[in-house]
């Protein structure tokens, strides 16, 4: 699961908010049991609880750095098709990896080909990478918000995390939204921007935030949904082939991990049918049902 958390400061050293950030991570430690870290910029710092799912080694630990130091990144999810762009920047950039970790592959993707690589992930994510050269971070969420990424712009600083009360650790003034509170007893939940609070925000899906030393904050979407105005004209029979080697493949894909798998079982369709998808992938695929009195 994974929980990240990270500050810009705009005015002051971003020393200052120390107790902030670690208060902020240790809310996320139950997303993260496997290990925590946080580094400190003169302006930017960020935290990283981690789950370990892929490469379970301390060197893909987090927060993540390229060899300079330059570059860092705080990463909460998945590439599922992190091992052909592995390849595609061994090819074309000459990328030494050290690590078999999707992290490190997302890292130089970004330092690489910056916010054009969004689309060519295939995952669920919620990240900020930070160029120290540039003095400016990239938060982004994946394309239908799977990975949750809450933020707020204060005054003097623009703070984010996985979770609110992970936010609410930092000094932020909070402006209740009469609006998005009808809202939430209209549809019973809140859908992204919104949240109880004006001046804070959860972070679109295909959505990403631009972010400098200077202030400046912009947001960019790079990915919606596509629109066909006729049906496709593929026949039933082969309507159905595909969907089911589409769920094939993403199960598989899903199944990529250092660590055992299991599947919840819900008494339902949809998670009877990926669990027997993925046991025909997996041989000692777990299982999991529960039961209340």
């Not at 580094?39 to 960020?46: G, L, S």
């Not at 400046?216 to 080697?245: C, G, M």
């Not at 339902?268 to 027997?276: E, K, N, R």
């Amino acid at each position: 699961m994974c929980g990240i958390t990270g500050i810009f400061s705009f005015d002051n050293s971003v020393q200052s908010y120390e107790p902030y950030i670690h208060k902020s991570l240790q809310l996320l430690n139950k997303r993260g049991p496997d290990a925590s870290g946080s580094h400190f910029f003169n302006k930017f710092a960020a935290a990283h609880a981690r789950l370990s799912i892929i490469d379970t080694s301390s060197l893909a630990n987090q927060p993540f750095f390229d060899p300079t130091g330059q570059f860092m990144l705080v990463f909460n999810g998945e590439i599922f098709n992190f091992q052909e762009l592995k390849s595609f920047l061994s090819q074309k950039y000459q990328v030494q990896f050290k690590t078999n970790s999707d992290t490190e592959v997302l890292l130089y993707l970004l330092i690489h080909e910056g916010t054009n690589s969004l689309n060519k992930l295939n995952g669920f994510w919620a990240f900020a990478f930070y160029n120290n050269h540039s003095k400016t971070c990239i938060i982004a969420r994946d394309r239908l918000g799977k990975k949750p990424l809450w933020y707020t712009h204060q005054n003097s600083f623009f703070c984010f995390a996985s979770e609110f009360k992970a936010l609410n650790a930092y000094p932020i003034n909070k402006v209740l939204d009469t609006k998005s509170i009808s809202l939430f007893f209209r549809l019973s939940y809140l859908p992204s921007p919104y949240t109880p609070f004006s001046n804070i925000h959860k972070l679109e899906p295909g959505c990403y935030l631009n972010i400098s030393e200077e202030g400046t904050i912009s947001k960019h979407r790079y990915f919606n949904l596509p629109y066909y105005e006729k049906s496709s004209a593929i026949d039933y029979v082969n309507a159905q082939k595909h969907v089911k080697e589409l769920i094939h493949k993403s199960v598989a894909q899903r199944l990529i991990s250092d660590v055992p798998m299991g599947a919840f079982l819900s008494g339902g369709l949809d998670s009877a049918i990926v669990s027997a998808v993925a046991k025909q992938h997996q041989s000692d695929l777990n299982t999991f049902c529960l039961s209340f009195p």
